[in-house]
Antibody
């Protein structure tokens, strides 16, 4: 059974940093693109970033370029999102998901990030 | 901002057929396959339709998808109360180099 478990969310002040983690199990992690998607309170889904199987190709939504970094450790079956210079508009539930360009299939339950003073 | 446009809401009575449209452009729907997601209240999204019209294992055949040029549609036939949810279309956008989602549609069962 595919499982994706996010962690690392919480309350952070504007300008602060946070690192999200996603532990994957139930599939061959190193064979799949991986993606982060976020959802602000009461809003729709927004793709944030994705990363190729070997980590050599990464894409970001314009609003996070230069502030967020997606990475992965295939030996640990883990996906990460380093978030710096956080803003109020980054407040959202962040989902880890399996897949990349063609389809994003399985999703984790999400971790809430709140940016507020 | 979303580049795929959906109606904010659709509604129907139990047993009825409803459709949700998703309008895009040549850089997304026009050149890549469309996927649909169902998000029940308070839960993570779930893949409902992939590659325009394919249902993943476990998805009832009441749900069907189609695509034509730069638009796509999701149909729910035999509407049931448990279908009340938010629905999103999505596709890779070659110009933005990103996986774009639709604006989302709330389905209400009257």
């Amino acid at each position: 059974e595919v499982q994706l478990v996010e962690s690392g969310g919480g309350l952070v002040q504007p300008g602060g940093s946070l690192r999200l983690s996603c532990a994957a199990s139930g599939f061959t992690f190193s064979s799949y693109w991986m993606t982060w998607v976020r959802q602000a309170p009461g809003k729709g889904l927004e793709w944030v970033a994705n990363i190729k199987e070997d980590g050599r190709e990464k894409y970001y939504v314009d609003s996070v370029k230069g502030r967020f970094t997606i990475s992965r450790d295939n030996a640990k079956n883990s996906l990460y999102l380093q978030m710096n210079s956080l803003r109020g508009e980054d407040t959202a539930v962040y989902y880890c998901a399996r897949g990349g360009k063609t389809v994003v299939s399985y999703w984790g339950q999400g971790t809430l990030v709140t940016v507020s003073s | 901002q979303s580049v795929l446009t959906q109606p904010p809401s659709v509604s129907g009575t139990p047993g009825q057929r409803v459709t949700i449209s998703c309008s895009g452009s040549s850089s997304n729907i026009g050149s890549n396959s469309v996927n649909w997601y169902q998000q029940l209240p308070g839960t993570a999204p779930k893949l409902l339709i992939q590659s325009n019209s394919q249902r993943p294992s476990g998805v009832p055949d009441r749900f069907s998808g189609s695509k034509s040029v730069t638009s796509a549609s999701l149909a729910i036939s035999g509407l049931q109360s448990e279908d009340e949810a938010d629905y999103y279309c999505a596709a890779w956008d070659a110009s933005l180099n990103g996986y774009v989602f639709g604006t989302g549609t709330k389905v209400t069962v009257l």
